[in-house]
């Protein structure tokens, strides 16, 4: 079972993380992918680079390690980010025939999205790949946000959708929403009115492709009025799909029955 | 302070809304006022709902005796409303509706807990009677008399129910009440701020700190479980309000006073609507949820707003 975290350091991972890193500052990322890549190599990992050269990659390549730029893979006009998704099931499949242990990916996502990226894309095509990592692929992913580049808003996106964190604790999402299995995702944290954007963004991003969205709660510590009326609009936004809220606490349960969603108009439904 | 201004509303006297104090002395003219009332609607095929303590209920429950009426009268359980008044005109709303859609004409008998209200539950009691007007402004027809206890009930409020009821109903007359003002509600002063355990100014990005100001200042009374995720909720909401509407800011302070832990929130915003948190929110409806949370998890909700000096909210919460 995955469980949501939120860590200073980069280390330990494991097999199926999906990481956010916000990286405080250039040094810091030197030294902690270094880390990161050397542990790898040690481990018996497949690694795979998503980015510029960084320094310590000279010492951890192997034959069958992987260095791809999709920025420059591209002329510079950016990446299809969609094809971060299929590469990284692609190589992990690869990695387990090769007889890897796992495939461990450092993503610089400056280098990944191209400019002008907004919240609800960053939702979107992160939470379809925690989908594949919460699935059964035998792949570490760390997602590197350095908080030079990304914008706050952008960068809460990022960590929102994310089940681990890393980077400076003040920064860490107020909320994770995150894969569990099949259909089913976990939302763990606090929705309040400060997240109540990025929260809609992420439901968005999962109802887009699935009509019915079971979202555990038993990892949510609080959603405000505003949390539950995204969570309601978002599902006023695909016609048909709905949305099966289920292991509530009794103060949201009761919040949302006073607030009258208990409505058999509102496609959401708080399961008993 | 007087009550933020509201939209103009149809004049109490001429609205389908029948406001009426009853002033009695002691329990001997109570039943018979009641009984009078009630008698009336009974004959007339209206339906009564009465929400009265327990005691008053038992006297009113053996005077109707086996009366073949008494299927069209109803003692609602304001028990479960918990203490606080801002909860009653929604409970009101839903009794009348329901009676409404039975097709029968409605009468209702609402007497507040004066004798075991706090000074501050008295101050959102009275509120609460002069909310009335505006609150069934536009509603079906329907009337409510308000029994007050002479012996037993300060003075002060007294006469504050005195300018809050359009109509009385003295010495078995009905009629218009003489000292009725339709004019602004005069608030009483908040009690005086206890010198509070925690303060704190917040702004945007800010509420995951008010939350922990909240339950540091909780922990230390014992206040924990579901009680103190109630009073977060509410906290959260009325935070996000300074946030949205207040200017942008607002300054916690918590203390503990007795057996209540409280909350109060400054901000610069001004809540022009009086009934502000008082009516349920449709489902479909964008924003205004936050007091209407607040009203519902919090024991008692105190608000003083002016465009001259913005807004206090003040969420009380019982210890015991």
């Not at chain 1, 920025?71 to 299809?80: E, I, S, V």
């Not at chain 2, 707003?305 to 210890?319: F, I």
């Amino acid at each position: 079972m995955r469980i949501a975290r939120s860590v200073a350091g980069l280390s330990p991972v494991d097999v199926g993380d999906h990481v956010c890193w916000v990286v405080p500052a250039e040094d810091e990322f030197q030294r902690a992918a270094r880390d990161f890549l050397r542990d790898g190599a040690k481990i018996g990992d497949k690694l795979m680079v998503l980015g510029s050269v960084p320094p310590a990659w000279l010492e951890v390549q192997s034959p069958r390690a992987l260095l791809i730029d999709p920025a420059d893979a591209t002329g510079g006009a950016g990446w299809d980010t969609d094809a971060l998704v299929s590469l990284v099931g692609r190589e992990a499949e690869a990695a387990d025939r090769q007889g890897f242990r796992a495939l461990r990916v450092l993503a610089q996502m400056e280098r990944v999205w191209p400019e002008g990226t907004t919240p609800q894309q960053v939702a979107d095509r992160e939470l379809r790949l925690d989908a594949l990592m919460g699935g059964g692929t035998a792949a570490i992913v760390v997602c590197a946000y350095p908080s030079s580049v990304f914008p706050p808003e952008l960068l809460e996106q990022a960590g929102s959708v994310h089940p681990h964190f890393t980077g400076r604790l003040e920064q860490a999402p107020a909320f994770q929403l995150f894969h569990s299995a099949k259909g089913h995702w976990n939302l763990n944290g606090v929705v309040d009115a400060d997240g109540a954007e990025s929260f809609h963004a992420a439901v968005i991003g999962l109802l887009r492709n699935m009509p019915v969205l079971r979202l555990s709660c038993r990892g949510l510590q609080l959603i405000d009025a505003s949390g539950m009326q995204m969570l309601v609009k978002a599902a006023d936004a695909f016609p048909g799909h709905r949305i099966m809220v289920e292991d509530s606490n009794p103060t949201v349960r009761k919040c949302w029955e006073l607030l009258g969603f208990d409505d058999p108009t509102i496609p959401v439904e708080l399961a008993p | 302070m007087t009550s933020p201004p509201a939209a103009p509303t149809p004049d109490p006297r001429v609205a389908a809304f029948r406001h009426e104090l009853y002033p009695y002395d002691g329990d001997t003219a109570f039943l018979q006022g009641a009984m009078s009332f009630i008698d009336d609607a009974l004959s007339a095929d209206e339906t009564v709902l009465v929400a009265v303590s327990e005691d008053k209920q038992h006297m009113l429950r053996q005077a109707l005796g086996r009366t073949t009426a008494r299927e069209r009268l109803s003692f609602v359980d304001t028990g479960a409303l918990g203490r606080n008044p801002g909860r009653l005109i929604p409970a009101w709303q839903d009794w009348i509706a329901k009676s409404v859609s039975d097709g029968l004409p409605v009468r209702g008998i609402s007497e507040s807990p004066w004798g075991t209200a706090t000074p501050a539950e008295r101050g959102e009691l009275s509120y609460h009677e002069w909310l009335l007007n505006r609150a069934f402004a536009d509603s079906p027809a329907w009337w409510l008399l308000c029994p007050y206890d002479t012996t037993a009930v300060e003075p002060t409020v007294l006469d504050s129910a005195g300018r809050c009821h359009p109509f009385h109903f003295l010495e078995g007359a009905h009629g218009d009440n003489p000292t009725f003002v339709d004019g602004p509600f005069v608030f009483d002063d908040l009690s005086a701020a206890r010198d509070p355990d925690h303060v704190l100014i917040y702004g945007a990005g800010d509420l995951g700190r008010v939350r922990d100001e909240i339950t540091a200042g909780a922990g230390k009374h014992g206040l924990a479980g579901h009680r103190l995720q109630d009073l977060l909720v509410a906290a959260t909401e009325v935070a996000a309000n300074s946030v949205r509407h207040g200017g942008g800011s607002g300054t916690l302070r918590t203390w503990a006073s007795g057996d209540t832990f409280v909350c109060q929130f400054d901000d610069a915003g001004h809540i022009r609507d009086p009934l502000a948190g008082r009516m349920r929110p449709a489902p479909h409806q964008i924003g205004g949820r936050g007091l209407w949370l607040a009203q519902q998890l919090c024991d008692l909700v105190e608000i003083r707003s002016t465009a001259e000096d913005g807004t206090t909210v003040r969420l009380s919460t019982y210890l015991s």
